[in-house]
């Protein structure tokens, strides 16, 4: 390997800028690289005749959001494979999601691309029309190779399998039926809904440490400090979540009168996102601290906050304001984590007043055993772990299709989801007497914190705008397959990155 041809990016701009100042063309092809095959050597052997000098940059791992098992080969290997080829003069990892600022630190004469990118209408990311704007920002052209082409992504699917047979036997069935641009367009379809998250607002606090072994006296664990980190959890995750998929989110919740942590969580807030606030008295927000470890296995939580809050001015805001608002949404998302702020009223107005109402209603440690479902008198759509399901009906025994049927028919649910972990999901879709099955879509897990709320919201999106059980089942489940890759609540699932997901799945 050539290895002396791989360059940080700021060698290789100060080369560029030298290349330029001898009159010589610099070509830039720009990717991930991650299974070198032959329409990847033809496509840097035409892009190389564009101009003097050829450079080649990766995609760094942390930035490939391809799916599940990707990258297979670490940017260092893919990096050196690109050494090996004659035609390409330099190398460099790219540490960002586009290749923008790339483009800018560079400023290359020829940005060349695949011909399958001539369509930018195709591009998910819209990082290409970005990309072409940028090039032509510093005097140079975007140029369209015509080469033979090949799918790295299926050939990996193919050959470098991350699933089991029966995963990957779902994945060729579903794909028969919905393609990736079929999927990518009933996404698109939801970004109308004007929808209402009502909800817990939870702060989670990750304190990492390392275990340094028992003290010297006494059965204790001891542990040493290293840093901590903030998110926010919660109702605040799930309109996060939903506010990348629709374009008018309004969030109600409750935060203490001290310790409210308002600032904060007014940052974390996406932009979109309407936040209406009403206050506990003499109560914190709601906050667990987790200590865990550098593999994010937990040792201890505490949690703040007052059992049975109550609110600063009676909870008569929040009914009001529910009284003159709640027509107003397509659909309203109860996060319902049992910390007080859904009270038995609110519980009424929206079960009476919702035009679609999904719901969970999540066990935890404030909780347990106190806190189930049927709470409610009605929902459209409910979201479910097995253990959340099973003690709602006392039924710990029988066939989960039987305990859902239960349920679902207590409350008037047309659609009853049960998330399983590394067993998928079992949806219940009433109205066909239909069960749909979506095993796990994620090879990898760093942290399961958010996972059902993921699924609760891009699930209950999908079935609010109509779209079939099957499909909503499939998207949900995506979306938590790429949440349990994001530690607790660090980033909300994008729109982008859930359509890329989907694209490698079906391919």
């Known amino acids: 390997m050539s290895t002396h041809k791989i360059l940080s990016l700021d060698e290789l701009a100060a080369v560029t800028e030298n290349l330029r100042a001898q009159g010589k063309r610099v070509v830039l092809c720009h990717g991930t690289f991650d299974l070198m ?14 101009g003097d000098v050829l450079i080649a940059t990766v995609t760094a791992d942390e930035f490939v959001n391809k799916g599940p098992g990707r990258p297979v080969f670490g940017h260092q290997i893919r990096a050196e494979n690109l050494t090996a080829l004659e ?37 998910v990311t819209g990082n290409i029309a970005r990309e072409k704007e940028a090039v032509e920002r ?33 994945l060729q069935t579903f794909a028969k039926q919905w393609s990736d641009k079929r999927i990518h367009s009933l996404i698109d379809s939801l970004s109308d809904l004007k929808v209402l998250v009502v909800g817990d607002a939870i702060i989670d606090q990750y304190h990492y440490v390392t275990p340094l072994g028992q003290t010297g006296k006494g059965n204790v664990l001891a542990v040493q400090y290293r840093n901590e980190e903030q998110f926010a959890g919660g109702s605040l995750a799930v309109v996060n979540h939903v506010s990348e998929f629709a374009k008018q989110v309004t969030l109600l ?57 109550q609110f600063t001015d009676g909870g008569e805001m929040v009914l009001q304001w529910l009284d ?9 998302i109860a996060a319902d984590f049992g910390n007080g702020f859904i009270s038995d009223k609110m519980v009424k107005k929206l079960t009476e007043k919702s035009a679609y109402l999904a719901v969970n209603t999540q066990i935890n440690s404030g909780n347990r055993g106190f806190h189930v479902i049927d709470r409610y008198q009605r929902a459209d759509f409910i979201s ?30 047309r659609h009853l989801a049960v998330t399983r972990g590394t067993k998928g999901v079992l949806m219940r879709d009433v109205g066909q007497d239909h069960y749909s099955r979506v095993p796990a879509l994620s090879s990898r897990v760093i942290d399961r ?48 990155g859930l359509k890329k997901y989907v694209s490698t799945l079906l391919k």
Not at 149 to 166: A, C, K, M, Q, R
Not at 387 to 412: F, T, W, Y
């Open 87 to 123: 035609c390409v003069d330099y190398v460099a990892i790219n540490h960002a999601l586009t290749a923008i600022e790339l483009l800018d630190q560079l400023r290359p004469a020829v940005y060349a691309k695949g011909g399958e990118y001539r369509d930018h209408a195709g591009d």
């Open 37 to 50: 095959h032959t329409g990847h050597i033809r496509y840097l052997q035409r892009a190389a005749k564009e």
């Open 138 to 170: 510093h005097g140079g052209d975007i140029f369209y190779t015509d080469e033979i082409t090949f799918s790295s992504t299926s050939l990996l699917n193919e050959h470098f399998g991350v699933f089991p047979p029966d995963t990957r036997a779902f």
């Open 324 to 332: 003159e608002h709640l027509s107003e949404f397509d659909v309203v």
């Open 253 to 309: 919740t409750a935060l203490g009168d001290h310790d409210s942590h308002e600032e904060f969580i007014r940052s974390k807030l996406k932009g979109n996102v309407t936040p209406v606030f009403t206050y506990f008295a003499d109560a914190p927000t709601v906050t667990k601290r987790r200590f865990v470890d550098n593999d994010l296995a937990k040792f201890f939580e505490i949690y703040f906050f007052k059992e049975d809050p």
């Open 384 to 413: 479910l772990n097995e253990p959340e399901l099973r003690l709602a009906a006392h039924n710990k025994h029988s066939s989960l299709e039987e305990v859902c049927a239960r349920i679902a028919d207590k409350l008037g649910a």
């Open 449 to 496: 914190i958010g996972a059902g709320d993921a699924f609760l919201s891009l699930s209950a999106l999908c079935l609010a705008g109509g779209l079939e059980a099957d499909v909503a089942n499939f998207v949900g489940s995506v979306a938590a397959a790429m949440d349990v890759q994001i530690v607790c609540n660090r980033e909300p699932v994008s729109s982008v």
